[in-house]
């Protein structure tokens, strides 16, 4: 391979301004006739993909293949809830089938590799991509991860309908100062270790082809030039052999943050810490021939980044068939089919989680003589896909409004009312609301954040429901007939007012192309809610970041003694925590134990605790293990979630389920950041949310 076809390999072009436009693609007919594509961003299609497959194949010198790349987030053609709707299943082999579909449509259109699982740990509301991740919990984030890992990429990645998937961003991406999207990040060694590294490790340990650079910096190093995290800790520690990824545009980014003086620069110190693949600079292609050729570029490091990028394509089986992706035949008989449409149903309604219901008003009788639906997202479409929708579209989704009218029977008057629009207040909608709520039994009011104030770019300072629809539930409220709020938004919200007035709150995300099925089959019962909270919600803004497994300090917050870590203005304890969610039944935790007082380190404890559904209904619940390291050598979390199982019982059912703790469950990273299991005693806390009351001691003795 001369330089330049070998840093044509490294090169990933941007194909999304072309997309609809089959005539587009051709400006980069002649880069794949001389061996200057490496892979593509955003084109798919079968025809599309077939078309620039087979100009590499056929026409080039070599005739490598090139990949066909994208952002297939949660679903492809058929959406499921977002990200961290899907984390509040708590469901792994549900999460694992959302994303094995994805991979079954999305390969159909020729794409070989999505820039997904988002595994970066967000404990800050205000970045928008909190909606792209599990949430706040490194054991939660990390079963998700693996299960969207094994999902997307199956058991054989050459097969035609598996991709490769990605870890991003790598890494620390979600701790950017002030919640701000791309933002600084200064975090100690230890929070990497313990917090943000950990997904990344359980999607590698899953066999994740594929990982990507985060935009940020991390202490004075950003990840682009970060040779430290992108080779010693993630290949050497962590044992990746895949691909490394930039992310959009970031290679010549080094420029921006002034640790590169020109483009050839940033080339340079990106390649040499271990970003294989650029994605859309171009710095590679156009800069590095040179620095080759004077030396400047040792081969061996260039060569090893081709040789990753060649054995991604030989993986994906393409050496021998490039075509093996894309079918038209698939691309119409395997995507939105009835069976994805059931899943992504399913998935939905298991990620709802019932905040609140006070007064049984869920679920509603399908019998009421009149129902109104009111809000700005009653009727909504494009908003119940949520962000990166892929090929989405809004034709396909079944609004709550549609799939209530289908629900209820034939006695039953269903009144719409808009009530307010999505950011504004619009008074003469508002009044049609009050009209139709006075003339209900009951009211279900549809409101939220728009899903585009959530996602990349999409920080905010306010975490507070838009005023126009703040006012429009207000209003509702103050008639006095039973109502329900059913909350759209792709982060945790202040919502303490609803939280305080109403009686019950049915948090929905944005739930995919099912949403109104999905809300129609809880809101009258026929599924009791289980989804629990991924993320805390904060009661003001001003506690961010507010997390379920925090330290204990000096000074734990006690009402009653003033020099204790507390504010003044609002209480340090969330509104809703970590893990919450109600159902229509209710279950009581019986007979916590350990099998074993005492353990060694390297043993593991088996833990059981029976649950029993003691209300009268059928449903899910999430069963959740926590683990508290009593005395440590280092500082160690108030608890921290170490199982968790989502487990159905009919009323009076009960069934005892066992937990195992070993050595990866008890240990921390010492001060050397080498894992270690300290003697001393363990607390293990069960329950249906993180602050289970049940608790239970065991000892770990010996070294
Ligand atoms: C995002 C990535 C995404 C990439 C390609 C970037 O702006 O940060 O998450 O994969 O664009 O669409």
């Known amino acids: 391979m001369t330089v330049e076809e070998k840093l044509g390999q490294l090169e990933q072009f941007d194909a999304r301004a072309s997309m609809n436009d089959a005539s587009e693609p051709k400006i980069y007919d002649e880069k794949l006739r001389l061996g200057r594509v490496g892979s593509f961003l955003g084109l798919s299609g079968a025809s599309l993909t077939r078309r620039a497959q087979r100009i590499a194949v056929e026409q080039s010198r070599l005739g490598i293949p090139v990949l066909f790349a994208d ?52 404990r800050d509301p205000r970045w928008g991509r909190i909606v792209e991740g599990s949430g706040e919990d490194v054991y939660l984030g990390s079963a998700m991860a693996a299960a969207r890992v094994r999902g997307l990429q199956g058991k054989d990645l ?45 999607a590698v340990e899953a066999g994740v082809q594929s990982v990507m650079a985060a935009f940020n910096e991390i202490g004075g190093v950003p990840m682009h030039a970060n040779h430290e995290l992108l080779t010693t800790v993630l290949r050497g520690q962590m044992g990746f052999d895949g691909v490394v990824v930039s992310d959009f545009h970031a290679v010549h980014e080094l420029i921006d943050h002034g640790v590169a003086a020109g483009p050839q620069e940033a080339g340079l110190l990106a390649l040499r810490a271990g970003v294989d693949v650029e994605m859309t600079s171009e710095t590679y292609l156009r800069q590095l021939p040179a620095a080759v050729r004077d030396g400047r570029l040792a081969t061996e490091v260039l060569d090893q980044a081709v040789r990753r990028v060649l054995r991604a394509k030989h993986r994906l089986g393409l050496f021998d068939d490039p075509y093996r992706y894309c079918s038209e035949s698939r691309e119409r008989v395997r995507t939105l089919t009835p069976l994805h449409r ?50 989405g579209r809004v034709e396909d989704v079944v609004t709550p409004l549609d799939a209530i009218r289908s629900a209820v029977g034939a006695g039953t008057r269903v009144l719409h009312a808009k009530g307010a629009s999505l950011k504004a207040a619009d008074p003469v909608a508002l009044a049609e609301a009050e009209r139709v709520t006075r003339e209900a039994d009951a009211v279900l009011v549809f409101v939220g954040e728009d899903y585009d104030m959530s996602g990349e770019a999409r920080s905010r300072s306010s975490l507070d429901l838009p005023e126009a629809q703040q006012a429009l539930v207000r209003a509702l409220q103050a ?52 989804g629990r909270l991924p993320v805390t919600f904060p009661r003001a803004v001003g506690q961010v970041p507010i997390y379920y497994n925090h330290k204990r300090t000096g000074r734990p917050p006690d009402a009653a003694v003033e020099h ?14 970590f893990g919450h969610g109600l159902s229509y039944t209710s279950f009581e935790y019986l007979d916590l134990n350990v099998s074993a007082q005492k353990i060694h380190p390297a043993d593991t404890v088996e833990v059981r605790v029976t649950l029993v559904n003691t209300g009268t209904r059928a449903g899910d619940e999430v069963v959740q293990l926590y683990v508290r390291d009593d005395v440590a050598s280092i500082t160690r979390p108030v608890r921290q979630l170490r199982g968790f199982q989502r ?55 010996g070294s």
């Open 71 to 122: 952002d297939v987030v949660h679903g492809f053609r058929t959406l499921f809830p977002v990200p961290l709707g899907e984390a509040a299943s708590f469901d792994v082999d549900a999460v694992e089938r959302a994303a094995r579909i994805a991979a079954v449509e999305a390969t159909a259109y020729g794409l070989h590799w999505t820039y997904a699982p988002m595994v970066d740990i967000a």
């Open 158 to 202: 050459a097969a035609n309908d598996t991709m490769m998937a990605t870890a991003k961003h790598f890494v620390a991406y979600g701790a950017a100062e002030g919640g701000r999207d791309y933002n600084t990040v200064d975090i100690s060694q230890r929070t990497l270790y313990e917090t943000y590294l950990p997904p990344f490790r359980a």
């Open 342 to 391: 059931q899943a992504a149903r399913e998935v939905a309604r298991k990620s709802f989680v019932l905040l609140k219901n006070e007064g049984g008003v869920l679920p509603l009788s399908r019998r009421l003589a009149t129902l109104a639906v009111v809000g700005p997202f009653a009727d909504e479409r494009r908003n119940m896909m949520g962000s990166w929708a892929a090929i």
């Open 479 to 530: 008639i006095g007939k039973p109502l329900a709020v059913v909350l759209f938004t792709g982060r945790p919200l202040t919502i303490g007012w609803l939280a305080q007035h109403v009686s019950s709150i049915l948090l929905a995300w944005y739930p995919g192309t099912e949403a109104g099925h999905a809300i129609a089959d809880v809101i009258f019962g026929d599924h009791s809610p289980a």
């Open 564 to 577: 204790t870590s507390k504010y003044l203005d609002v209480s340090w304890t969330p509104l809703y925590p």
């Open 647 to 701: 487990v159905h019982l009919d009323p009076d059912e009960r069934r005892t389920l066992v937990f195992k703790l070993g050595p990866a469950d008890l240990s921390f990273y010492g001060s050397d950041l080498q894992p270690v299991v300290e003697p001393g005693t363990f607390t293990v806390f069960a329950g249906g949310s993180s602050v289970a009351p049940l608790s239970v001691q065991f000892e770990v003795v």
